[in-house]
């Protein structure tokens, strides 16, 4: 049987064009490209490149149609995968951080380390991880009508606005939504759902979205910017005032399968017991710079 990872250099190669940027892409030599290149023709004793002068390497029809049909067996090899971890796995679908942060502890007491969160923008994609029995139950930010569904909120999160102690709108004791038309704001990308609601609420806003943590960090502490803030952090930033911003609000939904029992008692005792901090870690903590 062939090895994967020679299916996935062919794949790299067709999705990147040359062989350096297949390369680059999967962090290998250019040699190592081309050698693999050639053990895959070796095996399947039929070609896939035209090899032309100066070193020039294209894929001929075959190597075309043998890449189409890479990609999609390294698809379902991933999928696969996924499908055996979450044997061994409990999988948590958030569609924000905070719920997440909020509720680590109680899920590591419930189930060690076999409790893994997974982040993710779309609420649609929760959903259909929740059904397809991929999720163990999810974290949305929105109530769902569903007769297969369990339901219950949460909590809620308010941003607040971070402003550079020399910027125009630190002079303002509350900030608008149209206070930010046209002002330039740093975002921090891996805040889920958060995302697409702020790019909604303020499409005259230019964004300068950052995923990278210590470089949003770095831009965060030059003080060039505004940035969000959550109300349930302390930002302990010393470059910025930390100003209300009014309609930044989300409620937060846990949802699992009516018929999941456990799942339906953990969301009912982690409901009912929010207040303990032994079983609900709901408080303020010291988490600068968080969006």
Wanted: proline letters at 5%.
């Amino acid at each position: 049987m062939i090895d994967l990872r020679l299916w996935e250099v062919l794949v790299a190669f067709d999705q990147e064009g040359t062989l350096q940027k297949a390369a680059d892409f999967l962090h290998i030599s250019q040699p190592a490209i081309s050698q693999s290149l050639r053990r895959l023709e070796s095996e399947l004793g039929v070609p896939l490149c035209i090899r032309a002068h100066r070193n020039r390497v294209v894929l001929n029809e075959t190597g075309l149609q043998a890449a189409k049909e890479a990609r999609a067996l390294l698809e379902k090899a991933q999928q696969l995968e996924d499908q055996i971890r979450t044997l061994q796995t409990i999988q948590i679908g958030t569609c924000a951080p905070l719920p997440e942060w909020q509720l680590e502890k109680t899920i590591r007491h419930q189930f060690g380390s076999r409790a893994h969160f997974v982040l993710k923008d779309d609420p649609e994609e929760l959903l259909e991880d929740l059904k397809s029995g991929q999720d163990f139950l999810v974290i949305l930010g929105n109530p769902v009508d569903d007769p297969d569904l369990y339901g219950h909120y949460l909590t809620t999160e308010t941003l607040d606005l971070a402003v550079p102690q020399n910027h125009p709108l630190a002079a303002k004791e509350k900030i608008l939504l149209e206070d930010l038309a046209g002002q330039n704001l740093l975002l921090y990308k891996k805040i889920g759902c958060w995302n697409r609601l702020v790019q909604e609420k303020l499409p005259n806003t230019h964004f300068l979205s950052i995923d990278n943590r210590p470089t949003f960090t770095s831009a965060a502490i030059l003080g060039a910017f505004p940035y969000f803030i959550s109300q349930s952090f302390v930002d302990t930033n010393p470059t910025v005032t930390v100003r209300p911003l009014e309609g930044m609000q989300m409620d937060f939904y846990l949802v699992c399968l009516k018929d999941n029992i456990q799942a339906r008692h953990l969301i009912q005792n982690i409901c009912q017991n929010k207040q303990d901090k032994e079983l609900f870690d709901f408080f303020r903590v010291d988490q600068p710079f968080e969006s």
